[in-house]
């Protein structure tokens, strides 16, 4: 007994290219992103990266040290009077701003949230 072979039914919708400023309408498969002129990865805009500045999270401390050093320094974060040491290396000068519980960019947001909700408090 022979049973019939399954074809594949074709799921071709009307989609627009999510190329930023094209906005065509094309039609193509369900997971398509973008149109004929965009599919071409040549045809489509480069994204630029953002790069922060070094010394918004970081100390950049100039030094002729020979030997490894070790310095105590407080937390740059408003509020944290928290005392840290920073082992200084000879011909490295970039070093952490911030004491370890205030290092994430979400643990920084958090404290000073948590500050700001205190003084509005009192």
């Known amino acids: 007994m022979q049973l019939p072979k399954y074809k594949k039914k074709k799921r071709i919708k009307l989609k627009v290219c999510q190329e ?28 630029k990266k953002t790069n922060d500045n070094i010394e918004s999270r970081n100390i950049i401390i100039r030094h002729n040290y020979t030997e490894v050093m070790e310095l105590p320094f407080r937390c740059c974060l408003s509020n944290c009077k928290q005392l840290f040491t920073i082992k200084l290396y000879p011909k490295q000068f970039v070093y952490p701003r911030f004491c370890d519980e205030h290092r994430n960019d979400f643990k920084r947001a958090n404290f000073i949230r948590v500050m700001s909700k205190k003084e509005s408090e009192e």
Do not use: N, S
């Open 20 to 47: 930023p400023g094209c906005g065509k309408e094309f039609w193509g498969h369900p997971i398509a992103k973008y149109c004929d002129e965009h599919r071409d990865i040549k045809q489509r805009q480069k994204q």
